[in-house]
Nanobody, 125 residues
């Protein structure tokens, strides 16, 4: 069965760091583009970062550039979202997703085929 599972969410104080993990089963994450997104209540889903395989294209949204970035560990079939200097406005449910037919790196949610269930991140001031 093909699926994605996010982990590593939780509560942190402003200025803190978290690392989210996205682990796949049933296929290799290194073969496809993997994106990270978030959605806060009442807001649209926002693209944050994408990565396409080991050494492949990587792109971070201007809204989080310098604070958030992705990395991949192919041996663990896991993609990470490293989040530093977290702010209360970063509070949201965070999702990873893959484009199963391509390695295109994009932050546009409709391009993605398979989504995890999400992980809550709460940043307190």
């Amino acid at each position: 069965q093909v699926q994605l599972v996010e982990s590593g969410g939780g509560s942190v104080q402003s200025g803190g760091s978290l690392r989210l993990s996205c682990t796949a089963s049933g296929y290799s994450l290194a073969d496809y583009a993997v994106g990270w997104f978030r959605q806060a209540p009442g807001n649209k889903r926002e693209g944050l970062s994408c990565i396409s395989g080991e050494g492949g294209p990587k792109y971070d949204s201007d809204s989080v550039k310098g604070r958030f970035t992705s990395s991949i560990d192919s041996a663990k079939n896991t993609v990470y979202l490293h989040m530093n200097n977290l702010k209360p406005e970063d509070t949201a449910v965070y999702y990873c997703a893959t484009i199963l037919a391509a390695t295109l790196c994009t932050l546009h949610p409709p391009n993605y085929d398979l989504w995890g269930l999400g992980a809550q991140v709460t940043v307190s001031s």
